[in-house]
């Protein structure tokens, strides 16, 4: 008998990797798919980078590490928070892993009992409430709807919090909307937070450095005894596929991390890391100039989606990804008949029509929106936004 364990029956696939797949499976029959759905820098891994990773397989860094991850990257990492961030941590306190997605879901398995609840800001990323349901917690979603810029206040979050909250997942710049929380808004957060001690606040700020305007906040610099900061090097350094994250925590978390990880993966690979401490220790100009293009790629993406009928388009602050809301869409047919009831059907509406990949807000908790991410040419962002025009205007 296939019986899967119930853990595993009550988790949804991510709709992310599932578009990415199908718009995979079009582009294997030949079929010309232009990808907006991944959150994928298209940019090459920096050449110190490279160089730093080849030498660590010349000079042997093939053995186990320690599970949290080498001193020496550590090190580094306390360097960045410090000199960047203006926050001291030590290496104890910091846990390396398998990409910043395993730090978030050690963060929660680490922290989360059953029935505990997880506040989570609505939209949000697809595996935060997934990884929620994984520890036995109760997600508490609270509306950030595009009227308020995507982003909750501090009486939303004051009125959400009971005495079973555990912990709040917060990810500024956000994926999907790429809003980010200023700093005054951050304080008024943490001002809330710190009235409730038990509360843990679950820092996700792996878009840290892809802010238009301005300077990105931790929430730590106002309780850095309640903060656990989520980061990596996927985003801003283009090493998606090193699989290297980590996070800093108060030193009783990353202890409990640290056991927790020594059980299901060990240390991450020898060389990613030896990798990401090239990265922080060299020259940052390729994270600026990866920056000033995705802004210009926003700023296009942002007057391309103003000629879509029915697509109402915030300007983000932060990341790679516009969410503009759709509903006035939902209801119409296209001339061959396709209906459009939601942003479910827009999306695949627009991948099969227009060939071009987005995903739901659905599967970000606001089904009245889609989410398209600009981490890719502007040629492209040109033909895609010309083909979905295109489609959207068939739609009667």
């Not at 186990?64 to 001291?88: F, H």
């Not at 004051?158 to 304080?187: F, H, M, Q, W």
């Not at 983000?316 to 061959?336: M, Q, R, T």
């Amino acid at each position: 008998m296939e019986q899967v364990s119930t853990r595993l029956a009550v988790l949804s696939p991510s709709a992310t990797l599932a578009m990415s797949q199908k718009s995979s499976e079009l582009k294997a029959q030949g079929v010309d798919v232009i990808s907006l759905s991944l959150g994928e820098p298209d940019f090459n891994t920096p050449d110190n980078i490279k160089e730093a990773a080849k030498k660590a397989i010349d000079d042997n860094f093939s053995f186990y590490t320690p599970v949290s991850g080498y001193m020496s990257l550590r090190n580094a990492i306390c360097k960045k928070l410090k000199e960047e961030n203006g926050l001291d941590y030590k290496p104890e306190q910091i846990i390396c892993a398998n990409g910043a997605k395993q730090a978030v879901c050690n963060a929660i398995l680490a922290l989360i009992s059953k029935g505990d609840e997880v506040i989570i800001p609505t939209p949000y990323w697809v595996s935060y409430s997934e990884m929620v349901k994984l520890a036995e917690g109760t997600n508490v979603f609270v509306p950030a709807p595009a009227s308020q810029d995507f982003k909750i206040t501090p009486a939303q979050l004051e009125a959400a919090i009971t005495d079973k909250t555990r912990a709040i997942i917060l990810c500024s710049p956000s994926n999907p909307t790429g809003a980010v929380y200023s700093e005054a808004e951050i304080k008024g957060l943490a001002d809330v937070l710190a009235k409730h001690p038990r509360v843990i606040v679950i820092a996700d700020e792996i878009y840290e450095h892809i802010v238009y305007s301005g300077k990105n906040t931790s929430i730590a610099k106002f309780i850095k005894d309640q903060t656990v900061i989520i980061n990596g090097v996927s985003k801003c350094y283009a090493m998606t596929g090193w699989r290297l994250g980590w996070l800093a925590a108060p030193l009783w978390i990353a202890k409990a991390v640290n056991k927790l990880q020594g059980q299901y993966t060990s240390n991450p690979s020898s060389i990613a890391q030896k990798a990401a401490e090239a990265a922080y220790l060299g020259p940052q100009d390729s994270v600026e100039a990866m920056r000033v293009q995705f802004q210009k790629r926003r700023d296009l993406i942002i007057e391309l989606a103003k000629g879509v009928p029915g697509f109402e388009t915030r300007v983000p602050d932060g990341a790679f990804y516009i969410f503009p809301v759709v509903e006035s869409l939902f209801g119409k047919k296209s001339s061959k008949g396709d209906v459009v009831n939601n942003a479910d059907d827009l999306a695949m509406y627009l991948l099969n029509v227009a060939h071009v990949a987005c995903v739901s807000g659905a599967a970000f908790g606001d089904p009245k929106c889609i989410r398209m991410s600009y981490a890719t040419s502007e040629d492209q962002i040109k033909e895609a936004f010309k083909r979905i025009k295109a489609a959207v205007e068939d739609l009667k």
